[in-house]
């Protein structure tokens, strides 16, 4: 998103990428045939500011990914740019195909600041520290979060106060990473756009397709991703389950919650909320706070 219509074209080459690697993708596709497309399409564009033109070049050293339980980075990446990756596509994956691109040197580093943080996945379940107030955290962390991201508002929206100590222990000794904004040179522009697929056997579904966006606890660096259902949901699975244990969900990104504008409804849904979910109750909040109606919570099975 942009105000300034100057960056409309750096907006349109990542979104026009993103696409371009939605159509590519597929099961038995090779991940060398995606990004050479993502590449080729965000490459075609160029950014005119203030009397100069820049070529939109794609990053190099961020990924997509495929998605699996509690890992929003599991084993496959898609990079931007043209590589050898001979590794197919397999149905039942679920990808996020995000694309990055800046008028800068195609390259992003992290810059100042932290907007979340993630439990590592290889961290144990129980941990020794000196710190009281380090294992305490770390505890709330694996109830609430497990290796998804999540970032300090959650933390004291769950009543954890004076947590500073104890998250630099946590991430000194390497059990909680840190997420920190992604830049490029000084004086550049960068700019992303990302969609989550799921590739069944004969096509694909876009699962972040929808109206609006409800972002629950920790979905991916900074909650870009929706934890809503599609619309026009799995064609194959047309009932959806309702959902009384979310640690059974195949993630949270898989957990949709189908809403609505109060449009031609009698009345609103009430949500059906199991009292110990803290990422369903975060949702019932987010959709009574947004004033929409939570008519259906779901979940996929593979």
């Known amino acids: 998103m942009s105000f300034d219509p100057t960056y409309d074209s750096l907006l349109a080459a990542v979104k026009d990428a993103t696409n371009t690697g939605i159509k590519t993708a597929g099961v038995d596709v090779r991940i060398s045939d995606v990004s050479a497309a993502i590449q080729e399409a965000m490459e ?35 990079p931007f740019v043209k590589n050898n990756d001979n590794t197919k596509m397999e149905a039942g994956e679920i990808f996020a195909i995000e694309t990055f691109g800046t008028t800068g040197r195609g390259y992003l580093f992290d810059g100042p600041g932290v907007y979340g943080y993630g439990k590592d996945p290889s961290a144990p379940k129980r941990i020794t520290s000196h710190l009281a107030s380090a294992k305490t955290l770390y505890q709330k962390i694996n109830e609430n979060f497990s290796s998804l991201v999540f970032c300090r508002r959650y933390l004291e929206r769950l009543g954890v106060e004076r947590y500073l100590a104890g998250m630099n222990n946590l991430v000194s000794n390497g059990y909680v990473e840190v997420y920190q904004p992604l830049m490029d040179v000084k004086g550049s522009y960068s700019a992303q756009f990302e969609h989550t697929i ?45 959902v009384h244990d979310p640690t059974k ?10 809403i609505r504008k109060h449009r031609d409804h009698g009345s609103a849904v009430a949500p059906v909320v199991p009292e110990k979910s803290n990422v369903m109750k975060s949702l019932a909040n987010a959709a009574t706070v947004l004033d929409y109606d939570w008519s259906v919570l779901a979940t996929q099975r593979r």
């Open 44 to 78: 075609s564009y160029e950014v005119d500011i203030n009397g100069h033109t820049f070529p939109v070049k794609a990053v190099r050293n961020i990924t997509g990914h495929n998605i699996e339980q509690y890992r929003i980075h599991a084993g496959k990446s898609i």
């Open 198 to 242: 799921l590739l069944r056997e004969s096509y694909k579904e876009v699962i972040s397709l929808i109206d609006v966006y409800i972002y629950g606890p920790s979905p991916h660096r900074g909650f870009r991703h929706s934890t809503c259902m599609s619309r026009n949901h799995f064609a194959d699975d047309p009932k959806p389950l309702n």
């Open 249 to 258: 969900l195949l993630t949270p990104l898989l957990a949709w919650v189908q």
